[in-house]
């Protein structure tokens, strides 16, 4: 029986890759894309010589083709942290619409099951907590933040569009808060700006009052999560990550704890206005329609995480 074959877009990327090794590791064959903006092929270096394992640069919200049989397409191809919001907006609203566009007419010419990685962003600056699915969002469309947020409302909105239209099996995941090895230095989100400085002896720099929450999940956890929603016949959106709530505060403590660092905590404003002050996933539907909740504790997540950023820094342990 042939292998089945997967199209991973953003494949070089941090979760791309990781989705990539998963899948690899459960018989598919493997067509990573990524234009390389903000994944790395450091991250897929190690697949080079695997035979199942293929690459293509190219940029999603480009139209393309991909050749031969595809049964499932994944499309995680995105700017995905506040420092690329700034820097590309404009390639962050291509990568959502365009990009989200060309990926499912993939699907639907191949007849493949098409699974779209959102993101907790949807649900901006929220009202309500924790978030449910049936959360209608809080977003200010022309913020800074605006450009990612609505690239992926409108990425949802289009994946429901090709279900009800030409009948393709889509899928809608939302991402919160993630974190593991093959994150990048400079991503800008917290778990990196953390544990650059602590693991350098510099001051954390907590913005705001500190008093904003997050909940951070563990990469093997978050592709299980997607993997889990790809081979069911859901359709979503359902929401992924950890619901173990911590503000900046505690967490840049226990940072601190983790790396044995000196660092001390400093405070400064917050970059954006529409920083979300509350994000918690209410994971009740991942739970009961694909059996899954995370399973590694931050102390886990987190050492694995450090040794990674050690290499990656050159500081020994």
Known sequence: MPSKRALVAGGAGFLGSH??????????????????????????????????????????????????PIDIVFNLASPASPVDYLERPIETLLAGSAGAHNTLEIARDKNARYLLASTSEVYGDPTVHPQTEDYWGNVNPIGTRSCYDEAKRYAEAATFAFMRKWGVRTAVVRIFNTYGPRMRINDGRVVPAFLSQALRGEPLTVFGSGQQTRSFCYVSDLVDAIFRMAVSSESGPINIGNPTERTMVEFAEEIIRATGSPSRITFADLPTPDDPKQRRPDITRARERLGWEPRVSLAEGLAETIQYFRQKLGIAA
């Open 19 to 68: 989705l990539c090794d998963r899948l690899l590791a459960e018989g598919y064959d493997v067509l990573a894309i990524d234009n390389l903006v903000t994944g790395e092929m450091a991250n897929i270096a190690h697949l080079k010589d695997e035979a199942r394992f293929s690459y293509l640069q190219q940029d999603i919200s480009q139209a393309f083709e991909a050749d031969g």
